[in-house]
Every structure is written in structure tokens, then in C-alpha cells.
């Protein structure tokens, strides 16, 4: 089982929809779990992170975890074109590494 | 700012040619990080230096080295390309040593095919 996993292929949404992406982990005992976007041709940045059960919202994105399930999404509200990118989920397991899942691409449909 | 910059941002080798990826950062960071990211595979470290002077494996070492220069820079160098590292690169940094919850800062990128 790999330590993150993103297993959606690419979600197409309508502009002004949600678009909703899942990431698991296998290591029970991580503590810090991120979302980096990344447009075609550029680098990662961050735009999430969440480190307790529950949501977390900053603006029209809302990052949710659950240690039990092991699994952290990332809802984004009223999709706008510039959100179309691949979306990283990123999770510090507890041997002190940081590891990426592959991502999923976000197309937002104007 | 600068930032994390990267050099080159494209490079065609062949196969066993060697080659080093430079990567300067001006934001007084301790940690650096070399990543590679295929498709369909995600990014996935190379090797990292938590510190100046101290560098230490990743997932996917095998082919690559690395020098931890300075504070500020850090190189990955090929010493005999393979097709099996035809890969973008990304450098990264972020202020503390070692793994923490500190968002990471990229650089560009690097597009290395080996032919």
C-alpha cells in the first residue's frame, strides 16, 4: 500500500460547482497532512494544511480530516477556471518523512 | 526575491553523460530538497539536507549525488544519465531542519529528458 494515495482520475466540474478531492494514508500515526496546487508546466505551492479532526476553511477551500478512516479532502466552493490544476495531497508519516500522493487533476468547465 | 531558483530549466542528455542541477535559494533556509516527479507517480524525494553540511537519502537515490555547497546552495548531479531519469526536477527549501509542518517553497523546475 503506498503511504498516500489519490486514486480519482481527472474530475471535471461546471464553474460555480464544488469540486471535491479524497487522499488516503497508511500510516496511522501521522500528524500533519497538506494540499499543495499545481498548474500545468509549474511548481507545487501550498494552499492547505489541517492537523486536527474536523474542517479547516480558508477562503473557498475547505480541507477536512479524519485520523480514524485515515483519509484528508480538500473541497473547493464556487470552482473557478483558475482552480483548474492538479491538487497534491502531502502527509508527514510517522518516521519524519514528507511523502506526495501522484495528485488529481482539477478541470473546471466555464 | 528570488526566491528558490533553478538551474538549467531544460536539458537534453545522453545516455551516459553526467550533468549538475544547480539550486540557489535567498530566503536563509536550513532545509533543501531535491524532488522528482514522473507521471502518474507523483513527487518523490531524492535527497534532502537538513542543514548545512549534512545531506541524507530520500525514496530514490540510486543514480544521483548531491553537495550541500553553502547555506544557500544545493547540487544533484548525474553521474551517468540513464532513460529511467528523464524526470522533472524540483529543488525546494523551507526555514527549520529536518521534516516539519513548514510549507515547502519550489523552484521551477527542471525538464531533463536522457535519451
Known amino acids: 500500500q503506498k503511504e498516500v494515495e489519490q486514486n480519482s482520475g481527472p474530475l471535471s466540474v461546471p464553474e460555480g460547482a464544488i469540486a471535491s478531492l479524497n487522499c488516503t494514508y497508511s500510516?496511522?500515526?501521522?500528524?500533519?497532512f497538506f494540499w499543495y496546487r499545481q498548474y500545468s508546466g509549474k511548481s507545487p505551492e501550498l494552499i492547505m494544511s489541517?492537523?486536527?479532526?474536523g474542517d479547516k476553511e480558508d477562503g473557498r477551500f475547505t480541507a477536512q480530516l479524519n485520523k480514524a478512516s485515515q483519509y484528508v479532502s480538500l473541497l473547493i466552493r464556487d470552482s473557478q477556471p483558475s482552480d483548474s490544476a492538479t491538487y497534491l495531497c502531502?502527509?508527514?508519516?510517522?518516521?519524519?518523512?514528507?511523502?506526495f500522493g501522484k495528485g488529481n487533476q482539477v478541470v473546471v468547465i466555464p | 526575491n528570488a526566491g528558490v531558483t533553478q538551474t538549467p530549466k531544460f536539458q537534453v542528455l545522453k545516455t551516459g553523460q553526467s550533468m549538475t542541477l544547480q539550486c540557489a535559494q535567498d530566503?536563509?533556509?536550513?532545509?533543501m530538497y531535491w524532488y522528482r516527479q514522473d507521471p502518474g507517480m507523483g513527487l518523490r524525494l531524492i535527497y534532502y539536507?537538513?542543514?548545512?553540511?549534512?545531506?541524507d537519502k530520500g525514496e530514490v537515490p540510486n543514480g544521483y549525488n548531491v553537495s550541500r555547497l553553502n547555506k544557500r546552495e544545493f547540487s544533484l548531479r548525474l553521474e551517468s544519465a540513464a532513460p529511467s531519469q528523464t524526470s522533472v526536477y524540483f529543488c525546494?527549501?523551507?526555514?527549520?531542519?529536518?521534516?516539519?509542518?513548514?510549507?515547502?517553497?519550489f523552484g521551477s523546475g527542471t525538464q531533463l529528458s536522457v535519451l
Open positions: 502531502a502527509v508527514i508519516s510517522g518516521n519524519n518523512r514528507l511523502a
Open positions: 500510516d496511522r500515526v501521522s500528524q500533519s
Open positions: 489541517i492537523y486536527s479532526n
Open positions: 530566503m536563509n533556509h536550513n532545509s
Open positions: 539536507s537538513a542543514s548545512e553540511g549534512t545531506t
Open positions: 525546494a527549501s523551507n526555514h527549520s531542519p529536518g521534516i516539519t509542518n513548514e510549507k515547502l517553497f
